[in-house]
Structures are given as structure tokens and as C-alpha cells.
């Protein structure tokens, strides 16, 4: 598809253009915060700093969305064919007051049901590779094995939207794209790419769905055709912007590893300082689990759902009262296994897009490629681990919260 050249003076312009036709999403900075938010007039978007605190996901899949209303109604009795109520008064027997092919007719109750799914074309602006990727790994779980356990919520709005996203040009010291597959300048999932240069931005259209949201700027002239010295320029940028990003560990083996590691003691050490606090899952662009509650007033009520978060206790607490995960180990090992052995068992792709908001945001410092290099490295030898022989493992158990559980009874994706 083309390959265009915005000048930097023309990007009001190109927003104006893109808000005509649909809500346009941008990383906008208020409070000193920058956050995605709906563009209007003079709001200027953040392109510098280079990740919004949170990811993108909440444009599509909402931290809470209300998807059905309901109201309950008490029916009257229907009358019968001689006028009668068709219920017998009292002290009568039916028999002696309605006709005998009558069926007695008795107040019911009614749902009145009312389905809720809103999903306005909407383009974003301005998020990064890495979060691009976040909907792509949860577009496998949202649509859902081939459509049975398709999402009509997620997927209408997905398919509503159009991603415009930007080359990372300074990557910071937290982010880690290239160890996960992805890279500054990735194109998985992007409908349109832009790359700063000299004087402007190079835009790759690569989608039909990036090429109809850009069709009025390019008649309306602010994107013409890019230069060879501006294409050159930018895959000069790419190539050192890749560069910046560090390879912290290795995707070598790291299923097996983590398999091996499941009742190593070391879970236990490395959540120690996690306070359960889920912010790591709710900043991430993947994590998509989530809870369905009702609220009911007197007759008239709501379906909504929520995100949720791994770290919660009682994320996996059953009606029993039996926990599968009941420790913190438990769960913190969940995050993580989730992301890079059950997940990639069942799409054969990571969880993760290596953007680092969680290393940046975790308030006690936790580090995802700490735990990995640890937890994904081959098993301890057999001195060093709990796990190693089948006598210290169950002589640990009684005191240890991660070997009390094997890989096949913690179940596969959360
Ligand atoms: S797990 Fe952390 S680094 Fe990976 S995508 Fe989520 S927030 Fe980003
Ligand atoms: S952000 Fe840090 S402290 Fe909070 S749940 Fe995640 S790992 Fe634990």
C-alpha cells in the first residue's frame, strides 16, 4: 500500500480530518498525566512521552461496560372464556366455577430484556506498536476458538476501529518489545504506521481499514506521496530505535522451564514484596480477564462486567469455598505462566508485548524479566530446588504454598 509524508505542521489538520467520520482516541497529557482521551479542538496530542500511563485497551474493551438491562414484571391472570379471572374465589373449588377445558390461569412473573452494545466508529491515534499488539493477542481470546466462544461486546467494537499507530523512536529502559517478537516499529496488527523524520512523518498505510480512515487527508492534500529520502530516513530510524531495546532474557525453552519450575519455592521468594494490588494487569494492553456481576433494584437491574485481575483472591474462589489458588505464590505464578506457557499452548503466541508499563507502575518494583530470567531459566539442579526430587517435594508441601498443587491440577488458562 502507499507510502506518504505528513509534514508536522499538518498533523492538527489530519486530526481535524480524522474526527469528522469517527470518535478519534488520542494520548492527550491533563494533570500531568498523559491518558488516551477523545480528541476535540486545541487538545493537543502527546507523541513525546512515550507511553500513556494506560494502555489503550479500555477504547474496546471498557473497564466497565453495563450489556444488559432487565426489569421484572408480575403478569396478570388471564380471563377465562366466560369472563371469569380463571382463578377460583376463595372457598370455591375450580372445578365448580370455571369451565373444565379451562386451564387455571396464575399470576407469573416477566423479564423484560433490553441488550446493550455500542460500537462507534472510532480511530486511535498515537498508541505504539506494543499496544497494537495487545489487541491482536486479545482478538484470539475475544474471538474465541474459531467463534464459540466468540465476544459480540469486544469484537463489535474491535472491528469498529482503526489503529494508527507511531514508531517508537527513544524506547525507554523498561521496555523490551524485540525479546517478545515485536519491535519499535512493528506492523502487526497496525492499520497505518507513522514515523517521525525531518520536518514530518513518514505514514505507511498498510490496512484497506487505514486507507479509508486517511482518505480525506489525502484528498484534502496534507498527505502527499513520500520521498525516497524520507523512506530512507525512516527506516534509518527504525533501525536504531530497535537497537535501544534490550534483550533481557531468553524465549528459549521458556514453556518447558516454567513447566519444570511450577513447585520451585522460588515463586514464593519472588512474590514476597507483591502487595496484590493488580495494577500491573489493569495498565497491561493484553490482560483481558474480567468478572459479570447483576445489580438489582427493587424490580429493575443491570448485567455489567468488569475487568479482574489474577492477583485478587478471590479471582479463582469457588462456591465451595475451595480456592485452586489459594496462596499469593499461587496467583503470582499464574501471571506469569499465563502469559508465556498456558497462553502460547493453546495460540502459539506470548502474552506480552514487552511494553514495560508494568515494571514502571508495580509500586514494590516487581520486574517481569526478573521473574523470567529466573523462573523461565532451566529448572534448579536438584540440590537447589524444591521440586527436583519427589522426597524433599513432599516433604516441603505442608509449608510450602507452590508445591502443594502439580501443573495438571492448576489447570491451563486463567
Ligand atoms: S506483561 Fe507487562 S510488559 Fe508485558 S505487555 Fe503486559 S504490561 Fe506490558
Ligand atoms: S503491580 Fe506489583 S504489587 Fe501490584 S499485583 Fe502486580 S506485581 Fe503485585
Given at each position: 500500500?502507499?507510502?506518504?509524508?505528513?509534514?508536522?505542521?499538518?498533523?492538527?489538520?489530519l486530526?481535524?480530518?480524522?474526527?469528522?467520520?469517527?470518535?478519534?482516541?488520542i494520548p492527550a497529557?491533563?494533570?500531568?498525566?498523559?491518558?488516551?482521551?477523545?480528541?476535540?479542538?486545541?487538545?493537543e496530542?502527546?507523541?513525546?512521552?512515550?507511553?500513556?500511563?494506560?494502555?489503550?485497551?479500555?477504547?474496546?474493551?471498557?473497564?466497565?461496560?453495563?450489556?444488559?438491562?432487565?426489569?421484572?414484571?408480575?403478569?396478570?391472570?388471564?380471563?377465562t372464556?366466560?369472563?371469569?379471572?380463571?382463578?377460583?374465589p376463595?372457598?370455591?373449588?375450580?372445578?365448580?366455577?370455571?369451565?373444565?377445558?379451562?386451564?387455571?390461569?396464575?399470576?407469573?412473573?416477566?423479564?423484560?430484556l433490553?441488550?446493550?452494545?455500542?460500537?462507534?466508529r472510532?480511530?486511535?491515534?498515537?498508541?505504539?506498536?506494543?499496544?497494537?499488539?495487545?489487541?491482536?493477542?486479545?482478538?484470539?481470546?475475544f474471538g474465541?476458538?474459531?467463534?464459540?466462544?466468540?465476544?459480540?461486546?469486544?469484537?463489535?467494537?474491535?472491528?469498529?476501529?482503526?489503529?494508527?499507530?507511531?514508531?517508537?523512536r527513544?524506547?525507554?529502559?523498561?521496555?523490551?518489545?524485540?525479546?517478545?517478537?515485536?519491535?519499535?516499529?512493528?506492523?502487526e496488527?497496525?492499520?497505518a504506521?507513522?514515523?517521525?523524520?525531518?520536518?514530518?512523518?513518514?505514514?505507511?498505510?498498510?490496512?484497506?481499514?487505514?486507507?479509508?480512515?486517511?482518505?480525506?487527508?489525502v484528498?484534502?492534500?496534507?498527505?502527499s506521496?513520500?520521498?525516497?529520502a524520507?523512506?530512507?530516513?525512516?527506516?534509518?530510524?527504525?533501525?536504531?530505535?530497535?537497537?535501544?531495546?534490550d534483550?533481557?532474557?531468553?524465549?528459549?525453552?521458556i514453556?518447558?522451564?516454567?513447566?519444570?519450575?511450577?513447585?520451585?519455592?522460588?515463586?514464593?521468594?519472588?512474590?514476597?514484596?507483591?502487595?496484590?494490588?493488580?495494577?500491573?494487569?489493569?495498565?497491561?494492553?493484553?490482560?483481558?480477564?474480567?468478572?459479570?456481576?447483576?445489580?438489582?433494584?427493587?424490580?429493575e437491574?443491570?448485567?455489567?462486567?468488569?475487568?479482574?485481575?489474577?492477583?485478587?483472591?478471590?479471582?479463582?474462589?469457588?462456591?465451595?469455598?475451595?480456592?485452586?489458588?489459594?496462596?499469593?505464590?499461587?496467583?503470582?505464578?499464574?501471571?506469569?505462566?499465563?502469559?508465556?506457557?498456558?497462553?502460547?499452548?493453546?495460540?502459539?503466541?506470548?502474552?506480552?508485548?514487552?511494553?514495560?508499563?508494568?515494571?514502571?507502575?508495580?509500586?514494590?518494583?516487581?520486574?517481569?524479566?526478573?521473574?523470567?530470567?529466573?523462573?523461565?531459566?532451566?529448572?534448579?539442579?536438584?540440590?537447589?530446588?524444591?521440586?527436583?526430587?519427589?522426597?524433599?517435594?513432599?516433604?516441603?508441601?505442608?509449608?510450602?504454598?507452590?508445591?502443594?498443587?502439580?501443573?495438571?491440577?492448576?489447570?491451563?488458562?486463567?
Amino acid at each position: 500500500m502507499a507510502t506518504k509524508f505528513l509534514a508536522s505542521e499538518q498533523l492538527p489538520a489530519l486530526l481535524e480530518a480524522l474526527a469528522r467520520d469517527a470518535r478519534l482516541v488520542i494520548p492527550a497529557k491533563s494533570d500531568g498525566l498523559v491518558q488516551f482521551d477523545i480528541w476535540e479542538l486545541r487538545k493537543e496530542v502527546e507523541l513525546q512521552v512515550l507511553l500513556a500511563r494506560q494502555s489503550p485497551k479500555e477504547w474496546v474493551f471498557p473497564q466497565c461496560e453495563t450489556y444488559l438491562r432487565f426489569e421484572y414484571a408480575m403478569a396478570a391472570p388471564e380471563e377465562t372464556q366466560d369472563g371469569a379471572s380463571g382463578v377460583a374465589p376463595a372457598g370455591v373449588a375450580p372445578a365448580e366455577s370455571a369451565p373444565a377445558q379451562a386451564a387455571p390461569a396464575i399470576p407469573h412473573e416477566t423479564i423484560q430484556l433490553e441488550s446493550l452494545n455500542e460500537a462507534p466508529r472510532q480511530v486511535i491515534f498515537g498508541l505504539r506498536p506494543c499496544d497494537v499488539r495487545g489487541f491482536v493477542q486479545m482478538d484470539r481470546v475475544f474471538g474465541g476458538y474459531g467463534g464459540f466462544y466468540f465476544d459480540p461486546l469486544y469484537n463489535a467494537r474491535r472491528e469498529a476501529t482503526t489503529l494508527l499507530a507511531v514508531t517508537c523512536r527513544e524506547p525507554r529502559s523498561t521496555c523490551f518489545c524485540t525479546a517478545v517478537g515485536g519491535s519499535p516499529a512493528g506492523q502487526e496488527g497496525v492499520d497505518a504506521l507513522l514515523t517521525e523524520v525531518g520536518g514530518g512523518f513518514v505514514v505507511e498505510v498498510l490496512t484497506a481499514k487505514g486507507e479509508a480512515a486517511l482518505a480525506a487527508a489525502v484528498s484534502a492534500g496534507f498527505l502527499s506521496d513520500a520521498g525516497e529520502a524520507q523512506v530512507a530516513e525512516a527506516v534509518r530510524v527504525k533501525t536504531a530505535a530497535s537497537a535501544k531495546v534490550d534483550s533481557p532474557f531468553t524465549l528459549e525453552g521458556i514453556r518447558e522451564n516454567l513447566r519444570a519450575n511450577f513447585a520451585d519455592d522460588r515463586w514464593h521468594d519472588l512474590c514476597l514484596r507483591c502487595i496484590s494490588c493488580g495494577t500491573c494487569t489493569y495498565v497491561c494492553p493484553n490482560c483481558y480477564c474480567f468478572n459479570i456481576n447483576d445489580s438489582l433494584v427493587e424490580t429493575e437491574g443491570e448485567r455489567y462486567r468488569t475487568w479482574d485481575n489474577c492477583f485478587n483472591p478471590q479471582y479463582t474462589e469457588e462456591t465451595s469455598g475451595h480456592n485452586p489458588r489459594a496462596h499469593k505464590a499461587n496467583r503470582f505464578r499464574n501471571r506469569f505462566s499465563h502469559k508465556f506457557w498456558y497462553y502460547p499452548e493453546k495460540y502459539e503466541s506470548l502474552l506480552c508485548s514487552g511494553c514495560g508499563r508494568c515494571i514502571m507502575h508495580c509500586p514494590t518494583r516487581i520486574d517481569i524479566r526478573e521473574v523470567l530470567r529466573v523462573m523461565g531459566a532451566p529448572a534448579a539442579a536438584p540440590s537447589e530446588g524444591v521440586a527436583a526430587a519427589a522426597a524433599p517435594a513432599a516433604a516441603s508441601s505442608a509449608t510450602s504454598p507452590v508445591a502443594d498443587q502439580s501443573a495438571s491440577t492448576e489447570g491451563k488458562e486463567a
